[in-house]
């Protein structure tokens, strides 16, 4: 058990729909990182918070968005869902923006399958 | 920009025997991080083993080493005595100074006969 928490851990809906994925970091990490792996993709990343704000941004669509709040649990939003929305969505953590590349391993949750129908 | 190429896209391997999972990246930074990530069937990521530019010393974890050829821009993953439960997707990563996402290869799927 990484620490961190996904869900829902499975989710079907329709093209043109919008869903909500949640994710709670481990304990005491700032960090949070939205991650998308699909079959053609891999894992591509999608964007990072520290401790509320955006701090980098990857190949994110314009129709995703998400945040992180006070409490530093984040929420990624898909809208306008289309059939290669369909991925694995994972979750993960860190501890914070320590300066050196060994910033410590990201902690990953299980991950939110959606499937798009 | 961060590159991770992982070459070999499945392998299969006799129980017991020593696999080695190739990654080369590609980066203009000097300072940067080297991780290798497992993914099961459930699919979950499992961390196992880190190795920073500097590190003079290939790292090791357990059945994990680390085989850190830093001319080459290679950092394959050497696992000793294959188990079944070795059977997973490995992933290669890199972060580099500054930065704090992970940029993933591939992958490669490793399969573990009896």
Known sequence: ????????????TATGQRVTLR????????????YQQSLDQGLQFLIQYYNGEERAKGNILERFSAQQFPDLHSELNLSSLELGDSALYFCASSLGLAGGPWAGELFFGEGSRLTVL | AQKITQTQPGMFVQEKEAVTLDCTYDTSDQSYGLFWYKQPSSGEMIFLIYQGSYDEQNATEGRY???????????NLVISASQLGDSAMYFCAMRVQGAQKLVFGQGTRLTINP
């Open chain 1, 1 to 12: 058990d990484s620490g961190v928490t996904q869900t829902p851990k499975h989710l079907i």
């Open chain 2, 65 to 75: 080493s680390l085989n850190f050829q830093k001319a080459r821009k290679s950092a």
């Open chain 1, 23 to 34: 994710c709670s970091p481990r304990s005491g990490d700032l960090s949070v990182y939205w």
